[in-house]
């Protein structure tokens, strides 16, 4: 009787793996997949550190732009030009940037050959108020950004 068993439980064991459904599903998944890659859109921002390369950094940076980033302000300031401040109410105060971004562009023209600026952020600061700011001075004219941190405690 024993062998009986063995066979009954070798005949349902041997049976017949149905793959055609699941190889259905990967030839529907796999072109989705490959199709929605297309959507996914990258982007880079090109930055350089402060400082730069010696005599031929500080003939070109002579104006030594910085636009530090506050709590409730963007305080424009550099060589040769006038510091502005633009009150901002919180962080997502278009009218400050868009001030911001009118006395950037003024800058821009007048000084022809800088195209460099240097954002000074608190630790505090968010993420997309920075790159606001680079936005900002990039549709200016200035599109060599370089970052910098304020340690001034308060």
Do not use: C
């Amino acid at each position: 009787m024993s062998r009986h068993r063995i066979r009954k439980m070798r005949d349902l064991v041997e049976a017949d793996l149905e793959i055609m459904p699941l190889m259905n599903l990967f030839v529907v998944l796999i072109p989705m997949l490959l199709l929605s890659a297309v959507f996914l859109e990258l982007s880079v921002i090109h930055m350089a550190a402060p400082g730069g390369d010696g005599a031929e950094a500080d003939a070109k940076e002579s104006l030594d732009l910085a636009v530090h980033i506050t709590a409730d302000a963007y305080r424009v300031e550099g060589n040769g030009i006038e510091a502005r401040e633009f009150p901002r109410e919180d962080r997502r105060d278009v009218g400050a940037t868009f001030q911001l971004a009118a006395y950037l562009q003024t800058v821009a023209t007048d000084h022809p050959d800088n195209r460099a600026v240097r954002i000074v952020s608190q630790p505090t600061t968010h993420y997309d108020e920075i790159i606001e700011v680079m936005d900002r001075s990039r549709e200016a004219g200035l599109p060599e950004a370089s970052l910098q941190g304020d340690q001034v405690s308060h």
